[in-house]
């Protein structure tokens, strides 16, 4: 799939950026999995309208006049929003009317080349007066909304997608898609540089050295594929580089959406950090197969007690995901590159997987023998078989009596025994239980 187009919501505190984030993204977003470390500060989500398929990022409130850390990474983080988006809407409040923080959110928006949008929200009574003011900001013509009320969002999204291209599928199922992830500097572009065995990325010690993900396409062992690197924004002299890393999941986003394999690149140096465990946890809601790669080995001493080291905080960190493969290697002296690729081929392997319904339904069966799942509310819930409908990710429907009380504990009962049954390393699987007669 193509990158999808990027919407920003700006603005200053307080005038509903979050509300209307989460009532476009609520029906696209469900947390399925109440797993610590699951991702749960999500400020991306997918929409679509119309045809159009589009990202939002909600980002916090910009205020210019604190200076404080808080509200320096907070603007950080809105800047490169801003600066990537293909559509910046700017949302004020329609209550308080128009401030001087609202003109000088506007005056900082005029720099960036994507189109704008104003949107009066809180205009309960949709009193379309109360725009008028919004006028002085030069941004067009302001649109009156009620993200609380849902009043008036058709319109807002219309205008959006007025501005969007309708993202065209690339169909070529021959062609294994794998996305370099990882903050900078880990040693993304060493590593498909050693891949593709030219000099294809600049590679430099300065973190976050290339602009965009670029997809570079190469044969390995007689079958084709493409490499997306994101190595990172380039910087900016008021931009520090710790900063950078903080926001790197912001480049990582679409590339981990247009992939067939992840590879999340650590840097061994660091050791893992918060942002490898988000960025990791954007790969295993997004349903891909991954392969975590720990670069920079050779400047590790007393590697097998530091191995040992690593794979307590991946069993810590990771708990999310803990069909998880690791490679340690090092792009600098060519170590193990080959056994990335294979890990590669591996899960993206594992991902395709077909189960027959008589094999599948043989572990069901096992598995609720052993245990069934608990009674809930005076009900007793009856297994009656499951079926995979799909594959990338491996997808399985169980129909049962009463789908709507089935915990997540006992899914991941499930799934545990699909594993032990069947390989599935490297790659995240769907368990969607049904009530009979449901598609």
Not at 24 to 47: L, Q
Not at 235 to 242: A, L, M
Request: aromatic share 8%; with cysteine; glycine share 6%.
């Amino acid at each position: 799939m193509s990158k999808l187009p990027l919407v920003a919501i700006v603005g200053k505190p307080n005038v509903g950026k979050s509300t209307f984030f989460n009532k476009i993204a609520g029906s696209k977003i469900s947390i399925v999995e109440d797993i610590p470390g699951v991702t749960r500060d999500r400020i991306f989500a997918n929409a679509e309208w119309c045809g159009f398929h589009f990202q939002i990022v909600d980002t916090g409130g910009l205020d210019f006049n604190k200076t404080d850390e808080i509200n320096k990474r907070i603007l950080e983080q809105a800047n490169l929003a801003i600066e990537i988006a293909d559509v910046i809407v700017l949302f004020v409040d329609g209550k308080t009317g128009l401030t001087h923080d609202d003109i000088e959110v506007a005056n900082h928006l005029r720099r960036a080349k994507a189109p704008k949008i104003v949107a009066v929200n809180k205009l309960d009574n949709y009193e379309l007066e109360k725009t008028y003011e919004f006028y002085e900001l030069g941004l067009g013509e302001p649109i009156a909304i009620s993200a609380e009320q849902s009043k008036g969002l058709g319109d807002l999204l219309d205008e959006i997608v007025k501005h969007l291209k309708k993202v065209e599928q690339a169909e070529d199922e021959n062609v294994v898609k794998i996305a370099l992830v990882g903050k900078p500097n880990a040693g993304k572009s060493s590593i498909t540089n050693r891949l593709l065995g030219e000099e294809r990325m600049v590679v430099s010690s300065v973190a976050g050295t290339t602009r965009d993900a670029i997809d570079s396409p190469f044969r390995w062992n007689n079958k084709d594929y493409s490499l997306i690197d994101t190595a990172g924004l380039r910087r900016k002299s008021k931009i520090e580089p710790d900063s950078i890393e903080r926001y790197s999941v912001i480049r990582s986003l679409s590339a981990i959406e247009r992939c067939d394999v992840a590879v999340l690149v650590i840097d061994a140096s660091e050791g893992i950090t918060e942002q490898d465990v988000k960025i990791a946890g954007l790969i295993h809601e997004q349903y891909k197969p991954s392969v975590i790669v720990v670069n920079k080995w050779d400047l590790i001493e007393n590697s097998e007690q530091q191995r040992k080291a690593f794979e307590k905080r991946f069993e810590k960190d990771l708990a999310f995901m803990k069909y998880y493969v690791t490679i340690y290697a090092s792009a600098e002296n060519g170590r193990n590159m080959g056994k990335i690729m294979q890990a590669v081929d591996e899960v993206h392997s594992n991902a395709k997987r077909e189960i027959s319904m008589s094999l599948f339904n043989n572990v069901l069966t096992n598995a609720i023998s052993s245990s069934e799942p608990p009674a809930k509310n005076g009900k007793k819930i009856k297994i009656i078989f499951g079926k995979q409908i799909a594959t990338c990710p491996p997808t399985f429907n169980i129909y049962c009596n009463h789908a709507e009380l089935i915990e997540n504990s006992y899914a991941r009962y499930i799934e545990n025994n699909l594993r032990r049954a069947f390989d599935f390393k490297g790659t995240p699987i769907k368990i969607q239980f049904k009530n009979k007669g449901e598609d």
